[in-house]
Nanobody, 124 residues
């Protein structure tokens, strides 16, 4: 199983930026299509962005399109999420995970290796 550790969250004012990182161990990250998800307070976990193994394809939730950018460095076993122009509604715990495909950005059946996530708080 791949072990995932997210970091980079924090408190930022609306309009500010953060860069999240997700470092993997146990498996080479390059074999996975990877995604970022978030769980807003009191809500279910939701899809944010996904990126193909070679970084050739990406997909974003409508709510973050044009503001967030997903990227990866397979040599460092790391996936990133650059978040610009943050809004209060972006506040959530952010997680990374492998996903089935770009068009089906859901973790594989039986996936349970969620990391602890990283908290993003946006003040208005």
């Amino acid at each position: 199983q791949v072990h995932l550790v997210e970091s980079g969250g924090g408190l930022v004012q609306a309009g500010g930026s953060l860069r999240l990182s997700c470092v993997a161990s146990g498996r080479a990250l390059g074999i996975y299509v990877m995604g970022w998800f978030r769980r807003p307070p009191g809500k279910e976990r939701e899809f944010v962005a996904t990126i193909s193994q070679s970084s050739g394809s990406t997909k974003y939730a409508d709510s973050v399109l044009g503001r967030f950018t997903i990227s990866r460095d397979n040599a460092k076993n790391t996936v990133y999420l650059q978040m610009n122009n943050l809004k209060p509604e972006d506040a959530a715990v952010y997680y990374c995970a492998p996903v089935r495909s770009i068009l089906l950005p859901q973790p594989p059946a039986g996936f349970s290796s969620w990391g602890q996530g990283t908290q993003v708080t946006v003040s208005s």
